[in-house]
């Protein structure tokens, strides 16, 4: 069994797409960030695990949630339905392709845009600026900063994230490179999410993610 993180706000119609699509094996932990439109009861009627996390904040949310699961291997990703649950069994046996003895690792999703207005391009260029700042800082190759992602749990905690906000998955690959672990990427389809964006289908949503990640850049030493 593999807890599959689902950091939610407000996102009351997409989760019934996302939590019957998980695989067999993947179990949903939806982390509820305050919503206000039922999500946590809807997930809850769909049959995941519902965590609380009050206090707003992508990053604090995926903490609560990684504090609550209870697998070895762990999953992330986004509950709005811009990602397919079925690709999480690609990701988590790159994972295991990817692993060495002394050497964690952890896989990202990098976003395939299938269908109209799935990647606004202002979204776009600011995820490919950050890319390349990671890349020349942590001495990666990714191209995209994938919001679905695989790891083992405890390492994950070991990292000792600190940024609750938007930072929060830049974060973990700056200090995973940092550690040496081993990184690497699965194409994933990337699907126009289901209701309103609370950040890359807004300019202000993205320019908060650019903001915050580029803090994590300055204040993550190298």
Known sequence: MIDVVLPCLDEAQALPWVLTRMPEGFRPLVVD???TDGSARVAAAHGARVVAAPDRGFGA???EGLLAAATDVVCVMDADAS???AELPRLVAALH???APG???LVLG?????GR??????????NAVLARSLNRRAGTRLRDLGPMRAARREGLLALGLADRRFGYPLEMVLRASR??????????????RTGESKVTGTLGGTVRAVRDMRRVLTEVAP
């Open 33 to 35: 960030n305050a919503s």
């Open 61 to 63: 949310a995926c903490h």
């Open 83 to 85: 990602l397919d649950p």
């Open 97 to 99: 392709g990817l692993e």
């Open 103 to 105: 050497r964690p690792g």
């Open 110 to 114: 990098r976003r395939r845009p299938s």
């Open 117 to 126: 207005g799935a990647w606004p391009p202002h979204a776009r260029l600011g």
């Open 179 to 192: 550690a040496g672990w081993r990184i690497g990427e699965v194409d994933v389809a990337y699907l126009p």
